[in-house]
Nanobody, 113 residues
Framework: VQLVESGGGLVQAGGSLRLSCAAS????????MAWYRQAPGKQRELVAA???????DYVDSAKGRFTISRDNAKNMVYLQMNNLKPEDTAVYYC????????WGQGTQVTVSS
């Protein structure tokens, strides 16, 4: 499974960004897609996840602001991020869980105050 993220960038606090993740390869083996993030000096943390059945889960800090979605026809997963805060600044990684976990290369999100 190969994952390619896009959509990161620099945004002011209160702004929005939509991250995209294109999946290819043995995608039928995937049962959970997720977005993680890692800020400088911090551990990588789960931000949002979506199962093959469409169930979603979010880290508390993302609830009400972020929305994860998937387009199975296009093999895409999205993370809509609204009301961004400086503490959301991090490298965001797309991840796919099959028999093993796969990772994308990451995309930088920077939120200025």
């Amino acid at each position: 499974v190969q994952l390619v993220e896009s959509g990161g960038g620099l945004v002011q606090a209160g702004g929005s960004l939509r991250l995209s993740c294109a999946a290819s390869g043995n995608i039928f083996s995937i049962y959970v897609m997720a977005w993680y993030r890692q800020a400088p000096g911090k551990q990588r943390e789960l931000v949002a996840a979506i199962t093959s059945g469409g169930s979603t889960d979010y880290v508390d800090s993302a609830k009400g602001r972020f929305t994860i979605s998937r387009d199975n026809a296009k093999n895409m997963v999205y993370l809509q991020m609204n009301n961004l805060k400086p503490e959301d600044t991090a490298v965001y990684y797309c991840s796919a869980l099959a028999a093993v976990r796969f990772w994308g290369q990451g995309t930088q999100v920077t939120v200025s105050s």
